[in-house]
């Protein structure tokens, strides 16, 4: 095994080796209404692993994914970096890959490494620290570690598929930033400091599973940063990520609820950029979107959302706990919804429960 690895690897025992409770949550609060009852791993793992089938030209069916040839093929990248850098172009890596300088901006794989990988991915191994922590189960650093590393691994197997040979891109993710943001998100001001100032949170979709045909709809993990407008105390000026970026304004309604209005562009489309085909060099086609958002002490509560796509035209998202419903004496939240529009007037919607790992009441119509 290459050297770089291990050094990669050694930057994870500091978290490991220090497991203790920390205190108090930053992003994980255990509410029982909107995208938080949502939170747990395998969610985590999901929406991670198989976000980038939100793109309109890949499938939608886990099982048609090469597996086999994805994992051997990123592995086989981990274990020589320094070959593959070279091979692939060592300024042309690190202008593309750290440094925001380069011209095509389809190559600019800085700005999802710095926000996604870095900041929401140090976010994710954070909430998944304190899910741990809140149902009481030991080991939650080494825990959460597997977690994150297991979704940014499948996500990395998902992408590459059935290519086989040189693939950088693993080699930045999961060989610097990923390991990075456990470390960063380790320190109490970074996670004090994204929590209060930012309101950094996950507004994950609703990820549900077909009981057809077993495709997958409605994957994605987003995440939200909030800044508060000096002098207008009412007013914020809010910014989503995930596969898409979008910039708006948010008014604070009351103590507890926000509605946010954006827009900016979605990824749409993978496309190859190289003329080598030894060499896997995967852009982003860009289409226009726009959304609407209301929260609830940062919780998502529902969500509508336009793009300029051929699949997911329109899509609702109405989180679990919208409606608290009284039977008795006994008080239950309401189930979410979602509903996906496609421009061939295909609709696909959907039940989600609270707690549930994996929503399969998906269906078209």
């Known amino acids: ?93 690190i202008i593309e890959q750290f440094l925001p300088l380069s011209a095509d901006r389809r190559k600019a794989y800085y700005w999802p490494n710095y926000t996604t990988h870095l900041i929401g991915g140090g976010m994710s191994y954070r909430m998944m620290v304190e899910w741990y922590q809140a ?69 994950a979709f609703q990820f549900s599973v077909s009981p057809h045909d077993g495709g997958i709809q409605n994957q994605g993990q987003n995440f939200m940063m909030r800044y508060s407008v000096p002098y207008y105390s009412s007013l914020n000026v809010i910014y989503l990520f995930g596969n898409h970026g979008q910039l708006g304004l948010s008014w604070k309604k009351n103590s507890r609820d926000y509605i946010s209005l954006t827009y900016g562009y ?47 035209l329109l899509r609702l998202n109405l989180y679990p706990g919208f409606k608290q419903w009284q039977v008795g004496n006994y008080s239950f939240p309401s189930p979410g919804l979602f509903l996906l529009l496609e421009r061939d007037r295909n609709i696909i919607g959907g039940i989600t429960f609270g707690y549930l790992p994996i929503q399969i009441m998906g269906a078209g119509f």
Not at 161 to 187: C, H, K, Q, Y
Not at 285 to 302: H, K, Q, T, W
């Open 1 to 93: 095994m290459n050297k770089m690895v291990y050094v990669c690897l050694c930057l994870l025992w500091p978290a490991i080796l220090f497991a203790q409770d920390l205190e108090p949550r930053y992003f994980y609060r255990g509410l029982n209404y909107g995208s938080e009852t949502l939170v747990n791993p395998v969610t985590m793992i999901l929406h991670g692993g198989y976000g980038i089938l939100q793109a309109e030209n890949r499938t939608s069916f886990p099982d048609e994914i090469d597996y086999r040839t994805g994992a051997k093929n990123v592995w086989t990248n981990l274990r020589h970096p320094l070959r593959m850098i070279k091979e692939y172009g060592t300024e042309d890596f």
């Open 266 to 312: 979605a990824s749409n489309r993978l496309v190859e950029l190289g003329d080598d085909e030894r060499i896997l060099q995967l852009g982003t086609e860009l289409v226009p979107m726009a959304g609407i958002y209301y929260d609830r002490n940062r919780s998502l509560m529902f969500s509508f959302i336009y793009t300029q796509r051929q699949d997911h």
């Open 135 to 203: 149902h009481g189960i030991v080991y939650a650093k080494p825990l959460a570690i597997t977690t994150i590393m297991t979704y940014h691994y499948l996500n990395e197997i998902v992408e590459n598929n059935g290519f086989v040979g040189n693939n950088t891109d693993p080699i930045a993710d999961l060989l610097f930033f990923d390991p990075l943001s456990i470390v960063l998100f380790s320190s109490e001001d970074i996670c004090r400091f994204f929590s209060e100032t930012f309101s950094l949170s996950e507004w």
